[in-house]
């Protein structure tokens, strides 16, 4: 959650990151997910993107019924993501920290 704070030392998150427990498959799914938010706000900030206010629009509706819904389900989407992490996790069987 603290990445969507502006002017927040990402630098320091990401180096907190690494001396935390967190797994290094989890780490890793958290930082590819923000690559199209980082790559489409560098685009639309170095005005190679240029959006219209229609474009606007279309675009809320439809990322907000998808952000709707994985507010409400956001429970069941975690629960599913975890247990597939447990399954594919690089860690060795002894040394897991999801719980």
């Not at 799914?29 to 923000?34: N, P, S, T, V, Y």
């Not at 990322?63 to 956001?74: D, R, W």
Request: charged share 15%.
């Amino acid at each position: 959650m603290l990445y969507l704070f502006p002017f927040f030392p990402n630098d320091l998150l990401c180096f907190l990151a690494g001396l935390s427990a967190i797994p290094l498959p989890l780490f890793l799914i958290l930082l590819i997910g923000r690559l199209p938010g980082i790559l489409f706000g560098a685009l639309l900030g170095s005005g190679i993107v240029e959006l219209s206010a229609g474009w606007w629009l279309f675009i809320a509706a439809i990322f907000l019924p998808v952000f709707i819904l994985i507010f409400y389900y956001h429970n069941q989407i975690e629960n599913y993501l975890l247990k597939r992490l447990r399954k594919t996790s690089f860690e060795k069987e002894g040394d897991r920290h999801i719980q």
